[in-house]
């Protein structure tokens, strides 16, 4: 007959210290990417956009002209996708430049 704990079922320490060790699987999370989108609008000349998205967005001209359309054609469309600061800035220089020309065009950020 044995009455009360042997010391190999002893209660766990203060610090959970078992003696079992335990691992925590992590996911690595990758950092959120953001959408650019580019507004149609009534005034902003075609050349212009073309013009925006070589510059901005290193597109060839081809390239350039065939997105400029997709954006007339249904109303918006994406021109890259970024990490955030890169996306930010992009919307910036973009909304800048047309500013300064007096276009009226609009470019945006979303969360993909
Ligand atoms: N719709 C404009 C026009 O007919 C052209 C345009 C294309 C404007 C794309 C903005 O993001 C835009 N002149």
Do not use: W
Not at 2 to 11: A, E, N, W, Y
């Amino acid at each position: 007959m044995s009455f009360g704990p042997m010391m190999t079922d002893r209660p766990n320490g203060p610090d959970g210290e078992s003696g079992v060790v335990t691992k925590t699987r992590t996911r690595t999370q990758r950092p959120p990417m953001y959408k650019v989108l580019l507004l149609n609008d009534d005034y902003t000349p075609m050349e212009f956009v073309v013009h925006v998205l070589e510059r901005f967005f290193g597109m060839s001209h081809a390239q350039a002209f065939d997105i400029m359309l997709t954006v007339h054609k249904k109303g918006l469309a994406v021109v890259g996708v970024f990490s955030f600061e890169i996306a930010e800035t992009k919307v910036a220089q973009v909304m800048d430049f047309a500013r300064r020309h007096q276009h009226p065009l609009q470019c945006t950020l979303e969360k993909e």
